[in-house]
């Protein structure tokens, strides 16, 4: 959690959308991503957290 906090920090995103939050699975997205410009795939969309249980 601490190395995703620090990601979307460090991008300047300040708000995300918790897609799944259950005991296997944390996923969250950014709530705004503009789909336009040169460096648009190597922006930070989102994370996942997964179990291998």
């Known amino acids: ?3 995703i906090e620090k990601s979307m ?3 300047k995103i300040d708000s ?3 897609q799944s939050n259950g ?3 944390f996923e969250v ?3 705004h991503h ?3 410009g040169k460096a648009e ?6 994370a996942v957290i997964a179990s291998e249980a």
């Open 1 to 3: 959690m601490a190395e």
């Open 9 to 11: 920090s460090r991008a």
């Open 16 to 18: 995300v959308f918790v």
């Open 23 to 25: 005991a296997e699975r």
């Open 29 to 31: 997205i950014r709530l």
């Open 34 to 36: 503009s789909h336009g």
């Open 41 to 46: 795939g190597k922006k930070l969309g989102g």
